[in-house]
């Protein structure tokens, strides 16, 4: 605005590591408490740095009778938790630590595992209306920062993103607040069509843009190619978690994107 990999059947006997095969027969292991992690794509822990990828050496998990247990968590609690990563980091847009990164997606990913609507783009109406960004992998650093006058000279204001359902159509709006002698507040709103490409992608299609007010555009002119590419939302996106209030997407770039439910009127979103 990624793709869950169906894994080979683990053989039951390595299903076990080898230093707990000998396990005395009067005591009780719960099931999948102990899973291999050859072929499957895992985290260490939540709060660490999570290696990702596929893995050669065992994995033990331990089965609690607790409600912090990942697998019994609701989406409301991981959301709640999802919420409290997200505080202080302004959305991502100008990076975040790699600990902290890789909180945020492995919450993302457990959220994705229970995602209430496998099949968004044969519910659209769910997605349509005005939607915030909380979270995006799409970041704004070094040089690119400072040409776009965005360390001191202007600050970001809210992302917002108007779905029409009916139409096949999808306006963003970046939200800018400029400081000086003259303060002003200014949006960039980009225009793209989308198309059904499976149950759960859509293809998307840049089709134009603007800047207002015009001393904005006077602030950009020089960068403005370099302000869309970052922005530009064409190629295809994956809805990966759909419920009544937040939406989690992945793009053909790699990037995840976090959006809420916003009571923003719509029409104020698109004007």
């Not at 005591?27 to 499957?40: G, I, N």
């Not at 939540?46 to 697998?71: D, H, K, N, W």
């Not at 000279?153 to 400029?178: P, R, T, W, Y």
């Not at 904005?216 to 960068?223: A, E, I, T, Y």
């Amino acid at each position: 605005m990624g793709t869950m990999l169906a894994q080979p059947p683990i053989p039951a006997f390595h299903a076990i590591p080898p230093m707990l095969r000998n396990r005395p027969t009067n005591m009780a292991v719960a099931p999948h408490s102990f899973l291999s992690a050859t072929h499957q794509w895992s985290q260490s822990t939540r709060f660490g740095q999570c290696p990702f990828g596929f893995r050669t050496t065992y994995t033990v998990r331990v089965a609690e009778q607790s409600s912090s247990l990942i697998g019994d968590e609701t989406p409301t609690e991981i959301k709640t938790e999802l919420y409290q990563a997200l505080e202080g980091i302004n959305r991502g847009i100008f990076g975040v630590p790699s600990a902290k990164k890789a909180e945020i997606e492995a919450l993302v990913k457990q959220l994705e595992s229970q995602n209430p609507t496998p099949d968004p783009i044969l519910n659209l109406e769910k997605m349509g209306g005005c939607w915030k960004l909380v979270y995006s992998t799409i970041t704004i650093l070094g040089s690119k920062r400072t040409k776009l006058g965005l360390r001191d000279f202007i600050s970001l204001g809210d992302f917002l993103q108007n779905i029409n359902v009916a139409e096949g159509q999808a306006v963003n709006v970046i939200k800018f607040d400029v400081r000086g002698l003259n303060l002003f507040n200014g949006r960039l709103t980009i225009e793209a069509s989308f198309k059904q490409a499976s149950k759960s992608r859509v293809d998307i299609k840049y089709d134009n843009s603007t800047i207002t007010p015009v001393q904005l555009m006077n602030v950009f002119r020089k960068n403005y190619h370099l302000l869309l590419g970052i922005f530009n939302p064409e190629g295809w996106l994956e809805i990966t978690y759909l419920d009544e209030t937040m939406r989690i997407g992945r793009d053909d770039k790699g990037n995840i994107f976090i959006l809420e439910r916003s009571n923003e009127n719509s029409l104020q979103a698109s004007s």
